[in-house]
């Protein structure tokens, strides 16, 4: 079975802690997304990789970074955490080819006090 | 305008309706489409891919329209089980693999 783990399933966290969530896949994909998911506006990508060290723009990364040492791990971070960004976090990967499935991680509720 | 879009809902039906969501796209040059299921506070799951010759599993039937840019989803004989929150998904580019999700249709099915 495939696998896409979230480590950190429910998070609380201080205005301005830095808050690294961790997504570990274990199907040897290249491709690797972050996407934060809020009510009303659906699912909305953060950053995605399409190989180590590499990294893309999705299209809300103010305010986020990410790393790719490994091909099996990708981890947001969060370098000063404010409140605007409690959400919901969801991880996932797919092979290189397009139009192949996309796995999902069970989702990092991230809560900013 | 939004690359995907979808009607949010709800749709409330009862048990044994028949119901259809529609999903449209902006880019022409789409590539690929998705339908996934989203319980609540759950990670999507893949429902079906979504093929130009349109395709079925079981209850549900999923169909392209590349002229029109939307692509449907129709459930027939619904379930309780079938309430959770519908994903259309498409993908915009070549070889990233980025994937575009559309805002999610909810449906409810009461007994």
């Known amino acids: 079975d495939v696998k896409v783990t979230q480590s950190s399933r429910y998070l609380v966290k201080r205005t301005g802690e830095k808050v690294f969530l961790e997504c570990v896949q274990d199907m040897d994909h290249e491709n690797m997304f972050w996407y934060r998911q809020d009510p009303g506006l659906g699912l909305r990508l953060i950053y995605f990789?399409?190989?180590?060290?590499?990294?893309e723009k999705g299209d809300i990364p103010e305010g986020y970074s990410v790393s790719r040492e490994k091909k099996e791990r990708f981890s947001l971070i969060l370098e000063s955490a404010s409140t605007n960004q409690t959400s919901m976090y969801l991880c996932?990967?797919?092979?290189?080819?397009?139009?192949?499935?996309?796995?999902f991680g069970e989702g990092s509720w991230l809560t900013v006090v | 305008r939004k690359e995907v879009e979808q009607d949010p809902g709800p749709f409330n039906v009862p048990e044994g309706a028949t119901v259809a969501f529609n999903c449209t796209y902006s880019n022409s040059a789409s590539q690929s489409f998705f339908w996934y299921r989203q319980d609540c506070r759950k990670e999507p799951k893949l429902l079906m891919s979504?093929?130009?010759s349109g395709n079925e599993d079981g209850r549900f039937t999923a169909q392209l329209n590349r002229a029109s840019q939307y692509i449907s989803l129709l459930i027939r004989d619904s379930k309780l089980s079938d309430s959770a929150t519908y994903l259309c998904?498409?993908?915009?580019?070549?070889?990233?693999?980025?994937?575009?999700f559309g805002q999610g249709t909810t449906l409810q099915v009461k007994p």
């Open positions: 990789s399409y190989d180590v060290k590499m990294k």
């Open positions: 979504v093929y130009s």
């Open positions: 998904v498409v993908n915009m580019r070549g070889n990233t693999g980025k994937l575009i």
């Open positions: 996932a990967s797919t092979p290189e080819s397009v139009g192949n499935t996309i796995y």
